[in-house]
């Protein structure tokens, strides 16, 4: 199940500031259906950036920038 953006400043808040590790996430937030690969996950990317927020062009529009340039390489070859 996909974080909402209020489940990902409660894990960052938790996670940092109260040292929850991934498996007490999954124990006191068992109705959220999170799983831990995705736990971990977030908890690595909060670590490495210090922000829950997506980078920018990670989104809609970079996809579709992506495959506009393959569909463009792919008429030249």
């Not at 959220?32 to 809609?60: F, H, N, Q």
């Amino acid at each position: 199940m996909a974080f909402t953006a209020e489940d990902k400043i409660l894990i960052k808040v938790l996670g940092q500031e109260h040292g929850y590790a991934e498996k007490r996430f999954l124990k006191e937030f068992s109705n959220k259906g999170w799983c831990l690969a995705s736990v971990i996950k977030l908890l690595k990317k909060i670590d490495e950036t210090g922000t829950v927020e997506r980078k920018p062009g990670s989104g809609k529009n970079a996809r579709h920038a992506l495959l506009k340039a393959l569909s463009w390489l792919k008429r030249w070859h």
